[in-house]
């Protein structure tokens, strides 16, 4: 009876271990294990000993792999965002489509400064006032409905008390803000965040 148990745990540890390899899971089996962009290429990072990892390409000697884990979401950005202006190399000799994005560009500036922009073509939100190192940290989002492209636009953020008085004033500048698109800011005014019951944000012209 106790020979066919352990027949069984060691059928049992056999499917699995099989079942394991045919997904691809593997564990890194030492400290310090060099991860490559590409087979003698350039290296990423390390890897530590028991690190999982999922092979999903082989070639040779060498084993593409995937990593599972958790990050912070503030440690990692977007690589398909498309929100950051077009750049042009000026050491490149401009073609016909560099030329149309130029000038798209450059007549978005024109037209930014021909057209008035006033506070109502912008929204503020998710607004937070918090302490930071004596100062009231003002942060959120603001979003540009103006319908143009500004290339630099600067806001006022005043404070009041209960009593409606000014208790602080700070500035931010947001550069490249496009049409319709919406960014974060932040600003530090020395007061007390307790003290604060109002506040008020202006574009400056």
Do not use: H
Not at 53 to 63: A, L, R
């Amino acid at each position: 009876m106790k020979r066919r148990v352990i027949i069984y745990l060691s059928l049992a540890l056999l499917v699995a271990s099989l079942t394991v390899f045919a997904q691809g899971f593997f564990v890194i089996k030492s400290d310090n294990t060099k991860l490559m962009a590409r087979p003698q290429g350039k290296s990423i990072t390390t890897l530590s000993e028991g690190t999982e990892v999922k092979v999903i390409e082989s070639s040779g000697k060498w084993s593409k792999v995937q990593i599972e884990g958790w990050v912070l979401t503030d440690s990692i950005v977007d690589l398909t965002a498309s929100k950051e202006e077009p750049i042009i190399k000026k050491d490149k000799p401009a073609n016909k489509e560099d030329n149309s994005t130029a000038n798209k560009i450059k007549n978005e500036e024109t037209k930014a400064k021909k057209t008035e922009v006033t506070n109502s073509s912008f929204i503020y939100d998710k607004m937070k006032l918090t302490r930071s190192f004596g100062y009231t940290r003002v942060q959120g989002e603001i979003t540009n409905y103006s319908g143009i492209y500004l290339k630099e636009a600067k806001f006022k953020i005043t404070l009041y008390d209960s009593n409606n008085e000014l208790i602080g004033t700070g500035y931010s500048r947001i550069k490249k803000l496009s049409a319709n698109e919406t960014r974060s800011f932040a600003t530090s005014i020395d007061c007390d965040p307790t003290q604060v019951k109002n506040y008020r944000i202006e574009f400056q012209k």
